[in-house]
């Protein structure tokens, strides 16, 4: 089992940044891929970015790309998402999830372990 716990979300103003971490605990997810989804109140959940295990591929969202990195540090089993340029659009409830497979898919019931969420709300 892997528990995901993530933290760093806040309330910002348009243009300002956030950093969100994943931190795993349990056995390690340094074998896992690990994605970052986010739920806007009355939508889906939508995939914002993935990173595989070693780091070596990382997938975002067309509309976080350029704006948002993902980044991982297996050392310490966290994963984080820096977020600049935030919109308010953006605002939204971020998860980060594991995934056995190390593949970064787009698809949430793909996930094998959640966190369970860490509010994001940017003003105007």
């Known amino acids: 089992q892997v528990q995901l716990v993530e933290s760093g979300g806040g309330l910002v103003q348009a243009g300002d940044s956030l950093r969100l971490s994943c931190a795993a605990s349990?056995?390690?997810?340094?074998?896992?891929?690990v994605g970052w989804f986010r739920q806007a109140p009355g939508r889906e959940r939508e995939f914002v970015g993935g990173?595989?295990?070693?780091?070596?591929?990382?997938h975002y969202a067309g509309s976080v790309k350029g704006r948002f990195t993902i980044s991982r540090d297996n050392a310490k089993n966290t994963v984080f998402l820096q977020m600049n340029s935030l919109k308010p659009e953006d605002t939204a409830v971020y998860f980060c999830?594991?995934?056995?497979?190390?593949?970064?898919?787009?698809?949430?019931?793909?996930?094998?372990?959640w966190g369970q969420g860490t509010q994001v709300t940017v003003s105007s």
């Open positions: 349990g056995r390690t997810f340094s074998s896992y891929a």
């Open positions: 999830a594991a995934r056995r497979i190390n593949i970064v898919v787009i698809t949430p019931p793909l996930y094998d372990y």
């Open positions: 990173i595989t295990w070693s780091g070596d591929r990382i």
